[in-house]
């Protein structure tokens, strides 16, 4: 083994952990693993970034907007109500229809595109015929998987191994050299699923009404439980505060569906309304959360504020630290960046627009260049300096403080009643520092002064504890105690959530910019004008903090709102909606013009007229042109990841043929199954690479085996097409796990499906399909001597 070998060697190796770890994204592990290959001179310059100007990833990009001008002119509203007139209410016919018709769209269409524009169709056909669509979004999934086998614009594996062909001086396929290999194993898969695989997947039954479908949805997010009713009492500290100001909602996470007042009613009211005495809220969430929060009421304000501050302030330092371009807190929410657990430090308040933000700080996500004012014991701000999270470190002066901050306004002493019920609670658990912005600065006990308590500090009876922050927020405590709390629901207000406010079912596109952003840095309230009510994953309802959670592909979110709000999220190009509400149906007056466009682009690639490279990007150009879509969406239509995954793993392959890294992996493959003869070696190959895509995206995965399968056949003295035919079908094959494709992660939610109903519907559709393939294979792609 060559040192160049074994330099490539171990990119590919850490590259695998990367991947696998998910610890960086996978697009920019693909840049990292571009730039090491330039800087070592593994690849020149021109062969690094060769990837980008390939005709397989401009293939790609291309096939997203042609996809895109598809869907747009209505496609989808086409294809489902044919769906439903061919298909009738029987489920097997049911199956075989929808699979089909995902599969020949995918055939021609970006697969993932295919399984969004399908979805909210076969969720309201289940609706519509009370089949379970339980029973009908795992196969169309695994039918757009399908479907992406049977030619060579299908799936990007297929373009790739074409591509990686054409470069080392074979002869590249066709369009629809794909579909007798393809097609049989189509076949073959949907008859599987049809009358076997249908009866592996779970029962969630969905209501045709509906009233009965809004009743199901309470129920399935368990909704009713979490609903109950707060009552302003005459004489309450609240009163006249606004519903902000008051912390009803951000004090537990509470939902406020509506206020009524002398008999009238307020569907989800601002939080700039004013509370008056006598107001009723419809609220969601946990009872036991809110009344937790009540227990903080008995604090006592204490005089000792002056000798508890002097004990304190000559052993804790304010400084204003500078977020760097680089630092992972870059868009975290402050609530979630670990100022405590990471620097020992406290957030106080950070500088914005001049001044500084003092409260609400708990869902302001951070952006590079904020600057941060933090407390902490004078060793822990000096130590600062030393972390690359920060561009600047700045201890501020008194004079500073006085000027900017006013610190000895804020600061007030408390005592917690020796008889306290919080007396055993934790600082975390108490959210005083997410709810009022109460920092403890520090916690006088029996002759003992901590300073700057950490989270899991215990409280006891007794304890007086220097608090920085608003003391007029004590009376919004005692508000909150004074608040009447009514768990049972009469008819009057169940019928006003009914009637007001509507439910709708929806899900992340997978393109969407929200994926991976927390519930409370989105605020639905502000944005749209509705709520998240509930969010359902991996076959069940995630707990009631929706607030920190971080919404994922593959997510069914629960919204409530009225009824005009919800229907302008149909527009919203982040969403797909399950729930049918009446939004005005798409234009589909060009949807024939999309079709024609799409039928030139294969006619002229049968024809010989154009490269598909090419074809498809001409194509893509008349769909903006003729106004199918325009050029915003078409630049939204691309999957930028997917493309810098493909550009940027493209010089490893070139990198493992030119050192001979591919050549050395192929000849321990050769020692381990040669003598067996070739088709063990191509068996060997191809259960590899499916087992393989359970953890490595599945283009990067036939980047890397291209050479290796080319380098064995080269070996063993055959023509490298029937193996390379082989990991294209074995890399698209992706059934066994949600995250080995992004059109299963997509329907796992509105499905109800577990991780463990992809293994049982997954694992023998995988087997079925590697039988077929060898079956199949040697019939049409047989052995081909070198000559």
Known sequence: ??????????????????????????????????GTLAVTGLVDSNEAFAGFSNGAVITVWAMFILS???????????????????????????????????????????????????????????????????RLLMPLAYATLLGGLTTLIGTPPNLLVSEALTQNGYAPFGLFDFAPIGGAILGIGILFVAFIGRFLLPRTRT??????????????????????????????????????????????????????????????????????????????????????LQRWSDLIIEREAPVLKSMVAGKVAYAEVT??????????????????????????????????????????PLRAGDRILVKGEIASIATLDKFPDFDSVRQLSDDELSEKYDVAERMFAVRLPSDSELSGATLTKSRLADVFDFRVAAIFR??????????????????????????????????????????????????????RLTLMDATLDPRSSLAGKTVGELNFRERYGIELAGIWREGETVGTELANERLQVGDALLMIG??????????????????????????????????????GVVASVMAGYAPISVAAVVGGSIMVLTGCLNMEQAYRA??????????????????????????????????????????????GLYVLTAMATMIIPTAALVVLMSPIVMSAMGEMGFEPQTAMMAIAMAASASFTSPISHPANILIMGPGGYRFVDYLKMGVPLTIIVFVVVMVVLPIFWPLVPVT
């Open 562 to 599: 009225p009824r005009d709000k919800l229907a302008l999220l149909g527009e919203d190009s982040d969403f797909l909606v399950l729930t049918p509400l009446g939004q005005k149906p798409p234009d589909t007056r060009r949807a024939p013009l999309a079709a024609a466009i799409m039928f």
């Open 207 to 292: 209501t045709r009404l509906r009233h009965r479908s809004q009743r199901r949805l309470r129920s399935h997010y368990k909704l009713q439980e979490q609903t109950f009713i707060v009552r302003v009492p005459v004489n309450s500290l609240l009163v006249g505060k606004t519903l902000a100001a008051s912390r009803i909602g951000a004090s537990t996470g509470l939902i406020i569906l509506a206020l009524v007042r002398f008999g009238r009613s307020e569907a989800l009211p601002g939080r700039q309304t004013v509370l008056r005495a006598g107001d009723s809220l419809l609220v969601q969430g946990r009872v036991d959360q809110f009344r937790e």
């Open 68 to 134: 895109e001008g598809l869907t747009r002119t209505g496609i989808a509203n086409v294809i489902g109500q044919q769906v439903i007139r061919i298909a009738g209410r029987r489920e097997i016919v049911m199956i075989i229809v929808i699979m089909l018709t995902a599969a020949i769209l995918s055939a021609f269409m970006n697969n993932i595109g295919v399984a969004a524009l399908m979805l909210p169709v076969v969720v309201d056909v289940a609706r519509r015929t009370r089949i379970p669509a339980s």
């Open 323 to 364: 977020i760097d371009q680089g630092s992972p807190l870059v868009s975290e929410l402050i609530r979630l960046a670990g100022f405590r657990s990471r620097f020992n430090v406290s957030v106080i308040g950070i500088f914005r627009r001049g001044n500084y933000r003092l409260t609400n700080l708990a869902y302001v």
């Open 446 to 499: 029996d002759g003992i002064l901590t300073i700057v308590p950490r989270g899991d500090e215990v409280l006891e009876g007794g304890d007086l504890l220097l608090i920085e922050g608003q003391a007029e927020d004590i009376d919004v405590l005692r508000g909150l105690q004074e608040l009447e709390v009514e768990t049972g629901i009469g008819s009057n207000m169940g019928s006003l959530q009914s009637e």
């Open 1 to 34: 083994m060559t040192f160049e070998i074994a330099l490539v060697l171990g990119i590919l190796a850490v590259s695998l952990i990367l991947f696998i770890s998910e610890i960086i994204r996978m697009d920019l592990v693909a840049l990292l693993v571009l």
């Open 638 to 683: 691309i999957d930028w990841r997917a493309i810098f995954l493909i550009a940027g793993m493209l010089p490893l392959g070139t990198a493992m043929q030119d050192t001979g890294a591919a050549q050395y992996l192929a000849a321990n493959v050769m020692d381990a199954l040669g003598d067996s003869g070739p088709w063990a070696v191509i068996m």
